[in-house]
């Protein structure tokens, strides 16, 4: 098996643990303080990804060109900043 090839499963392997931590997180936030860690880090997440959603939009209008979004791309995105705004806010917090 090639370098490149090894490499590329690692990295889909490492984005799918991070969706699959996405998932599990919200569905199981634990007690209060873990609850209020999920909310703050859903919030977030929601707000980076409407603003890359929007310049998406304006970067279509600008160009012309309607470009689909990649869904694999964009949930990927996703849980990474959910997994970064959600260790921020545990760090922060103390959890």
């Known amino acids: 098996m090639p370098a490149g090839?090894?490499?590329?499963?690692?990295?889909?392997?490492?984005?799918?643990?991070?969706?699959?931590?996405?998932?599990?997180?919200?569905?199981?936030?634990?007690?209060e303080r873990g609850q209020l860690m999920v909310w703050k880090a859903g919030s977030h997440t929601l707000l980076v990804m409407s603003l890359v959603l929007v310049l998406d939009v304006a970067h279509n209008m600008v160009t012309g060109q309607p470009e689909m979004v990649n869904p694999f791309t964009h949930l990927t995105i996703t849980a990474i900043v959910y997994f970064c705004a959600l260790m921020y806010f545990k760090r922060k917090h103390g959890g």
């Open 5 to 31: 090839a090894l490499i590329f499963l690692v990295v889909l392997l490492i984005f799918a643990g991070l969706d699959v931590f996405l998932v599990v997180t919200l569905f199981h936030p634990g007690d």
